[in-house]
């Protein structure tokens, strides 16, 4: 029960990943009608956008202290991050909290490189064939993880959560089961909230705005409402816009759950792809529902108990459902006729 | 697309291609390619992408799960020259019908959806081969470390043959390195060629067309497309397979890293670059890709300053930091950039750019008065 | 003798009945059109005949051949073709090859896996095919993409294509839709001249010029239920299809 629950808990944050990258994904198929290849590279891109931040952060002010030596007899250098040199305390905090508070740097910096994207290149691949698409944002997305690579190098970088949640959460205890029994990285709950008010505020706003309902009829039937006169083309550059902005803070906030490469956006979109097939293409519920619950499977799968019976699930789970779904229901668990069908 | 050669066309294109591909030693060599390593490189990815061309050339259908059959090609291989030998040719006629199994199966599966599902769907079993083959296949695939050849393996035909370094495959007393090596390769590439070229003429290869230009036209006229879309995948899954054997036999190693997406998205680059759906620029295309990684990736700071010493210092040292990004371990952004520059400006490869470098000419030999003779009548 | 006989073919879509109970049958050797004002049917009822779609409730009777339940491409080995609204030809294809494919579907069945023989070395499919093209005027074009063609060429094409494979039966879904004055009768005229080789022919159409030019029977169709039968004639003079045709305006 205990271990089942835990699984569950395990399988929730890296589902909330999944979900987010897979909103933004459907979003762009359902409206734009474009498979974005480069969509994994926009998660990496907020993650990296974190990590700047924190090395921005950490710019050292080196002082010399005459008043000490080292060992050896020399002055000391003392090493202060500028930040806590001239903002005292705050500096601190803010140090500590480089994860979340790069969230505000994040989103003016994902939503301009969705701008660029859109405008730059995508708008061009409309009327192209899906096949092209595929191919230009493939490309894109090795660019974009080489221009990475170049600049961050090769090597994780990791990222620490602020300490206050750094701990786990003995969940058992507080169930009553006993304690140790679920311990839980409070980091991961955080991470699981997120995801879950950045996909009420999506959902919200694409049922509560006007210009979400032009979104949703868009996705629905594009032809129509195009003939409304509604401006389509700059809808679709917001839209793109949006989703870049909800990959990059999935990826931001993912940074101490899983230390950032450049190509951990590769990794990702493979799998967020598989999310939004089995979710069904352009089904916004469909795919942070597939997202969890993958997720989650995905989570169970890497149990020793199913390992023992099935050895190598836990490898393929996510790729063995979305074989059986594309089979047994060819539109995935929500999807409607007619979208990306030619 | 010039496609439509007369059979005579057909013969003579054939023999300037054997002629090339043999006297590749020769005429590469001022570019700095001329050494059997590459040579054999350039025939073996030369195969694999004329088969995914088969495939995706000519139906139309993306495969992004091609990488799976040529890792299988290299572990088959790898097994039978473990238990059978050193000799390359059982090796690559099993690899051949093992990786055309995997593509039969894979490929039944795959075909019962079309365009971006089919793509998901090869992807998803090339990363679940790719995943097994790290994991739970480790008794067969010999997981991270990769499955090689060793002195203990039972070799049932030249189990008393002992090597002194590492075990080379062996063909009729030549060891399968240099240019034997390159000239094994070379002999299935032209092979490879012919009968592609055969399909592509023959009435399989035109209902091939088809189901690219019109499936819907196509069942109406009492054609089924899934049986041709089907021999077409295995068909191309076995140049992968056979690329995948080629891969080992100068070096009877094959690791699971080999089926990853990173390489099927290699093998759909080679096409487009070189021309989707012709049969010379796949091959012109893989052997681009494996040049400039060749030449680019062997480049460092060093290197570039001398190129670049014609210029003043402080625009050297600009040039230098540049450049230096699209070299070495930055020659995947380059190809990043080809791969975009390629699909954004000319769709259809070098060989159509080859062919609207050809019209022009021929447009101002012939003078403008009889160009538009083609033109569609209204 | 009867070719094809439809017997209470119903299907809805949703709450939506498309088709209500129709019974019709077609003579062997005549041209029969069906006709009928938008959304009656016609297109449901035609793609029901061709597998497109299979009827709720009834059969559809070829000959002794249920086509209830077939493939596609299992009716037209059977001895059905299709003209469609908008003419689906092969585009990146020559206007032979496209002519060759139908040829080699008649003679070869639905799947033959002949990777090395040439094409172009054919010389049955390739005369056949060449001799259709002939027939429609089409022959001087043989090598130019049919995806660059006008849309009568189009057409003509694609009925190239279905005559090629000697249909018993040839359904053709407006055939003159979007065409000129001029290339409708020079439609007609090519229509008039397959009729000459005994294939039988069910036409759906608007265009009543078409219609009382080439039809044997005609049979009107109006939310989903056959309102009328019979001769051009008879059926020009009827009150419940000038009703239909709010008020006989294309009458």
Not at chain 1, 73 to 86: D, N
Request: proline share 4%; net charge neutral.
């Amino acid at each position: 029960m205990d271990e089942i629950l835990l699984q569950f808990l395990n399988g929730l944050d890296k589902g909330g990943a999944y979900a987010l990258i897979a909103l933004g994904l459907t979003l762009i198929f359902g409206t734009l009608g474009v498979v974005n290849f480069a969509h994994g590279a926009l998660f990496m891109l907020g993650a990296f956008c974190a990590v700047s931040f924190n090395l921005l952060l950490s710019l050292q002010k080196v002082t010399v202290d005459p008043t000490k030596t080292t060992a050896w007899g020399t002055p000391l250098e003392v090493r202060t991050p500028y930040v806590e040199a001239y903002l005292g305390d705050f500096g601190h905090w803010i140090l500590n909290y480089s994860v979340p508070v790069s969230i505000l740097l994040a989103i003016p910096v994902m939503l301009l490189i969705g701008f660029a994207m859109e405008r730059g290149l995508i708008k061009h691949f409309y009327t192209r064939p899906h096949a092209d698409q595929i191919l230009v944002t493939f490309g894109l997305a090795i660019v974009l993880q080489e221009i990475v690579k170049s600049i961050y190098g090769a090597n994780p970088i990791p990222q620490v959560a602020p300490d206050v949640v750094s701990g786990a959460a003995d969940i058992g205890a507080m169930l009553g089961l006993g304690a140790g029994v679920i311990v839980y990285p409070w980091w991961r709950m955080v991470y699981l909230l997120f995801s879950l008010v950045v996909i009420a505020i999506v959902f919200a706003f694409l049922q509560f705005t006007t210009f979400g309902m032009v979104v949703r009829a868009g996705m629905a039937d594009r032809e129509t409402v195009g003939l409304l006169g509604i401006n389509i083309e700059r809808r679709f550059t917001i839209v793109f816009a949006i989703a870049a902005v909800v990959a990059g803070l999935a990826g931001v906030m993912y940074t101490p759950i899983l230390p950032p490469d450049y190509h951990m956006g590769m990794d990702f979109l493979v799998l967020s792809f598989v999310v939004v097939v089995v979710g069904g293409m352009g089904s916004l519920t469909g795919a942070v529902s597939a997202g969890f619950l993958l997720g989650i499977l995905q989570s169970f799968a890497s149990m020793n108990e199913v390992k023992a019976i099935f050895p190598g699930i836990d490898q393929i789970i996510i790729y063995l459902v979305a074989v059986v779904i594309l089979l047994v229901r060819p539109r995935g668990l929500m999807g409607r006729k007619g979208v990306m069908e030619n | 697309m010039k496609t439509r050669l007369s059979p005579v066309g057909d013969m003579v294109l054939f023999a300037a291609f054997t002629g090339a591909v043999l006297t590749m030693p020769i005429w590469l060599a001022p570019v700095g390619a001329g050494y059997p390593d590459l040579l054999q490189k350039f025939a073996i990815y030369g195969l694999f992408a004329t088969g995914f061309n088969i495939l995706f050339g000519l139906t139309g259908y993306l495969s992004f799960g091609h990488a799976a059959f040529l890792g299988v090609g290299s572990y088959t291989a790898v097994w039978s020259f473990k238990l059978l030998g050193m000799n390359p040719i059982p090796a690559v006629l099993l690899a051949i019908v093992v990786s055309g199994i995997f593509a039969l199966l894979i490929g039944y599966v795959s075909l019962r959806r079309s365009g971006i599902y089919f793509s998901i769907l090869t992807l998803a079993f090339a990363q679940m081969c790719y995943n097994l083959a790290y994991s739970v296949l480790t008794p067969i695939t010999n997981g991270e470390t990769g499955l090689r050849v060793l002195e203990t393996d039972p070799r049932i035909f030249d189990s008393t043959t002992r090597a002194e370094g590492p075990l080379i495959s062996k063909l009729f007393g030549f060891d399968m390195t240099g240019y034997p090596g390159f000239y094994f390769c070379a002999v299935l590439l032209i092979i490879g060629f012919f009968v592609a070229q055969r399909i592509a003429r023959s009435p399989f290869g035109t209902m091939l067309k088809a189901v690219k230009s019109n499936q819907n036209r196509m069942t109406y006229t009492g054609l089924n497309p899934r049986p041709y879309t089907l021999a077409a995948f295995v068909i191309s899954g076995m140049y992968a397979g056979l690329a995948g054997a080629l891969l080992c036999i100068t070096d009877p190693l094959a690791g699971a890293e080999r089926m990853q997406w990173t390489a099927s998205g290699e093998v759909v680059l080679m096409t487009i670059l070189g021309g989707a759906g012709t049969l010379l620029g796949p091959i012109l295309g893989a052997g681009l890709i494996k040049y400039f990684e060749n030449i680019f990736s062997a480049f460092n700071e060093h290197t570039l300053s001398s190129i670049f010493s014609f210029l003043p210092d402080f625009l050297k040292e600009l040039a230098v930091a540049i450049s230096s990004l699209f070299v070495g371990e930055g020659w995947q952004l380059t190809l990043g950039v080809l791969f975009m520059l390629i699909v954004i400006f000319l769709p259809g490869g070098i060989m159509e750019g080859l062919a609207r470098i050809g019209k022009l000419f021929r447009r101002i030999g012939r003078g403008s008065d009889k160009s538009h003779a083609t033109a569609p009548a209204e | 003798m009867e070719i094809l006989k439809v017997s209470g073919v119903n299907k809805s879509f949703g709450g939506l009945r498309a088709l209500n109970n129709v019974d019709f049958s077609v003579e062997q050797g005549t041209v029969h059109a069906i006709i009928g004002p938008n959304g009656a049917g016609k297109s449901t009822f035609l793609n029901c005949m061709i597998g497109r779609l299979v009827p709720d409730t009834g059969t559809v009777m070829f000959g002794d051949i249920s086509l209830t339940g077939m493939k596609p491409y299992e009716i037209n080995q059977v001895g059905v073709s299709r003209v469609f609204q908008t003419p689906e030809i092969f585009g990146d294809l020559t206007l032979l090859e496209n002519v060759m494919i139908p040829t080699m579907a008649k003679r070869d069945g639905q799947f033959a896996l002949h990777a090395f023989r040439r094409l172009d070395q054919d010389k049955e499919i390739r005369d056949r095919a060449l001799h259709m093209l002939e027939d429609v005027g089409l022959a001087e074009k043989k090598d130019m993409h049919s995806g660059s063609l006008s849309r009568g060429d189009k057409r003509r094409l694609e009925l190239a294509m279905c005559l090629s494979q000697e249909p018993k039966l040839l359904l053709l879904d407006e055939p003159t839709a979007g065409m000129s004055r001029a290339d409708t009768n020079n439609t007609i005229d090519l229509l008039k001249r397959i009729g000459d080789r005994g294939i039988t022919k069910v036409i759906i159409e608007h265009d009543m010029h078409v219609v009382f030019s080439l039809a044997d029977k005609v049979t009107v169709l109006a939310q989903g239920t056959i309102i009328a039968e019979g001769k051009p004639a008879d059926i020009k003079g009827d009150p419940r299809v000038q009703e239909a045709y709010l008020g006989g305006a294309h009458l």
